[in-house]
């Protein structure tokens, strides 16, 4: 999976354009019911705690700028054995193709930005 680039509308991954916001599994894309960074909770981070073998990195990107999610969401997170990288949406998805070209066991949540950039 490359995140090749972004826009208000979706993203465009390994070929494929994706509207909204997206989960990026290691082996799949997935719409992901969030509408803002104040939808991000303990269930809707439930899918990437499912993945087996587990992810050990999820990145999230909260839009045009870095949000603060509830720190017991991210302590959740922890407990089960990944770390989390709250990002604005531009510097996830960076990150998010930095680990990857890594070879690390990664996903990402991603919210589109309001602003039109690319990758």
Known sequence: MFIEG???RGFTISGDVVVGPCAILPRSILQWNVGS???ISHESLSLFRLLEPQIEILVLGTGDRVERLH???LKQMRECGIA???QDTANAC???NFLMNE???VAAGLIPPR???GV
Do not use: K, N
């Open 71 to 73: 720190p017991a969401t």
């Open 103 to 105: 070879r690390r066991m």
């Open 37 to 39: 960074h104040r939808d």
């Open 6 to 8: 972004y826009s208000t």
């Open 94 to 96: 960076a990150t998010f």
């Open 115 to 117: 602003g039109t950039y």
């Open 84 to 86: 989390v990288e709250v």
